[in-house]
Every structure is written in structure tokens, then in C-alpha cells.
């Protein structure tokens, strides 16, 4: 079964279809009725019931991409043509290790970290 999240915006779109098919078939009726200004409203109710189907399903499509890991599948090749300005901690972290002072350095090591934000820091002063 899946997470309380993705339940509780399984049963909002469940009502969501509810409530659309309810105001379908008001709007049914208005039209039987003549009733153009009932109808109206029921119309407005409807685009709103979209609107709000549509931004619960781009809400959950975020929750689930940022559950799911995100893998770097570019090859050592382009991981090695990749510009300073678009390398990820990754790419930075497999670089120091190539050299010899760095072969065993973690990615939560401070000193690395310390080196980032100063490199940051140069960067925002335009070094």
C-alpha cells in the first residue's frame, strides 16, 4: 500500500470525481430546465473542480519525484568533459580522489565542505 500522502490525494481525487460528476449532472438538469444562470455557475463549478484536479495531480507527480532517487547515468567520459560551472558535488568529490593526497575522501568530510563554500564564496566575489 502506499504512503499516507499518496492515499490522501488518491481519496481527494476520488471526490474531486465525485463532486465533477455531481455538477454534471446538475448542469444536466439547468439545461433541461432552461435555467441559464444556475448553469452558469455549475459551468465555473466545474472549470474550479479541473483546476483543482489538475494542481493535486502536479502536487503528487512533485511528491513522487522527490521520493524517487535521482541517479547521475552520464558516463565517465562526459563527467569528465563537463564544465566547472555544471559539475555536481559527485563530480567534485570523483575528481579529488584522483589525486593523491584525496583517494579516500568522503563526500561529508569537512575539510571538502570547507573548501565548497570557500570556492562559493570566490565565486560570488567574481575570483
Known amino acids: 500500500m502506499s504512503d499516507f500522502y499518496q492515499y490522501s490525494a488518491q481519496r481527494r481525487m476520488q471526490m474531486l470525481g465525485v463532486e465533477r460528476q455531481s455538477a454534471l449532472a446538475d448542469l444536466a438538469t439547468y ?4 435555467d441559464a444562470d444556475s448553469a ?5 463549478q466545474i472549470a474550479d473542480i479541473d ?5 493535486l495531480g502536479a502536487l503528487h507527480q512533485q511528491y513522487v519525484a522527490s521520493q ?10 562526459e563527467r569528465d568533459a563537463r ?5 555536481t ?3 567534485v568529490v570523483q575528481m579529488t580522489r584522483g589525486s593523491k593526497y584525496g583517494k579516500n575522501i568522503r563526500h561529508d568530510d569537512p575539510w571538502m565542505v570547507a573548501g565548497y563554500y570557500e570556492a562559493q564564496r570566490r565565486r560570488g566575489r567574481g575570483e
Open 31 to 34: 439545461q433541461a430546465n432552461g
Open 40 to 44: 452558469a455557475s455549475t459551468i465555473q
Open 51 to 55: 483546476a483543482q484536479a489538475r494542481n
Open 68 to 77: 524517487t532517487p535521482q541517479y547521475d547515468t552520464a558516463s565517465q567520459e
Open 83 to 87: 564544465p566547472w560551472d555544471r559539475m
Open 89 to 91: 558535488w559527485d563530480d
